[in-house]
């Protein structure tokens, strides 16, 4: 396991010490989970994943365990167009592209989105403690997807084919 991983299953340690809870192996397992992936999976994406090699492990279990490390701070719910909330390990500033088609969303690292300061005052009475930003567009993927195909030859509006 990686470094910052060991750093991050110690603050879960630490902070289920601090708050009187139980460090349950299926907090610890579920936090794995998320710092081995960078795709922002939805609740039953991870329950999948999980239920590979801990069968008894239910989809119940799996929104409680991440309810409980989003409230610890130790990950964070991803705001998503999609109906299903996302999910991601990495809790310290940064922003996302979303896509359109096929709902992937990308890490992007940004010093000058960061810069942005917060508003002045509380806008409509709330307390704001953080911001990421959300670029909405398409992946290159699905840019390619949609794509004409330029390969094959093209018909002109006399119906003539052109090569």
């Known amino acids: 396991m990686e470094p910052e991983h060991l750093a991050r299953i110690a603050e879960l340690e630490q902070k289920c010490r601090q708050r009187g809870i139980y460090l349950t192996i299926h907090r610890r397992m579920l936090l794995e989970v998320l710092l081995r992936r960078d795709d922002h999976p939805t609740a039953d994406q991870i329950w999948d994943a999980v239920r590979q090699t801990h069968p008894e492990f239910s989809r119940r279990s799996v929104y409680r365990v991440l309810d409980k490390l989003a409230e610890l701070s130790l990950i964070r719910r ?68 949609r794509q004409p195909d330029t390969s094959s030859p093209t018909s002109n509006s006399e119906g003539e084919t052109k090569s």
Do not use: M, W
């Open 78 to 145: 991803v705001h998503h167009p999609g109906a299903a909330v996302r999910y991601d390990a990495k809790i310290q500033r940064h922003h996302h592209l979303v896509c359109v088609h096929c709902n992937r969303i990308t890490d992007f690292e940004s010093a000058r989105l960061d810069r942005i300061g917060l508003p002045e005052g509380t806008p409509r009475g709330y307390e704001i403690s953080d911001f990421s930003v959300q670029l909405i567009g398409v992946c290159p993927a699905c840019r390619e997807l």
